[in-house]
């Protein structure tokens, strides 16, 4: 395992949390964009030269945390459409969950304005009101998707995003 770049995955993966929390609670971006497009460079850089990062080569929590640093990639979709090729081969062999899977593939689809797969991707109204999905695909077999994915049904995905 490559200690070293599950560490820096870390460091980078709570920085990004930290500034999403502080932009949640208070509505000031801050230097967010800064941090995603630090995180997207660098990470371009370690897919570039290692592939995807994954369990058997950083660790569970350095999959997660590089994961989580593609996923907050949106100012650059290409990067995340690359991103997503190399983490759909890493889960295909057992290297990283599905479910990170799903939520790339959201994201990447929400993105292009095609209608989600899975149903993670949430948006509101500019007033921050009326929480709700981004269009789905094929609704009526959404949560046979999110089960192949080894994500809980739907209604309770959604109930946890209303609390949040």
């Known amino acids: 395992m490559n200690q070293e770049l599950a560490a820096e995955l870390r460091r980078r993966a709570e920085t990004d949390q930290t500034a999403r ?10 230097d967010l964009p800064q941090i995603d497009a ?3 460079a660098w990470l371009k850089a370690i897919l570039t ?10 660790g569970e929590q350095g999959a997660e945390d590089a994961w989580l640093l593609a ?20 889960v295909s062999t057992g290297d990283a969950p599905p479910r990170h899977l799903a939520y790339l593939t959201d994201r990447v689809l929400v993105a292009d304005g ?12 500019a007033d921050g009101t009326n929480l709700r999905p981004q269009p789905i695909a094929d609704p009526e077999r959404l949560d046979e998707r999110r ?15 209303r609390e949040g």
Do not use: C
Not at 49 to 58: A, D, L, N, R, T
Not at 115 to 120: A, K, N
């Open 21 to 30: 929390r502080h932009w949640l609670a208070t509505g000031e971006v801050g």
């Open 71 to 90: 996923q907050h990639a949106d100012q650059d979709v290409p990067f995340q459409k690359e991103a997503l090729k190399l983490l759909r081969d890493a």
């Open 49 to 58: 030269e290692y592939g995807w990062p994954g369990i058997s080569f950083v």
């Open 38 to 40: 630090g995180n997207t």
């Open 114 to 125: 095609q209608p989600q797969m899975y149903g993670t991707q949430y948006t509101h109204d």
């Open 147 to 161: 089960t192949a994915m080894s994500l809980e049904p739907h209604a309770e995905y959604d109930e946890r995003m």
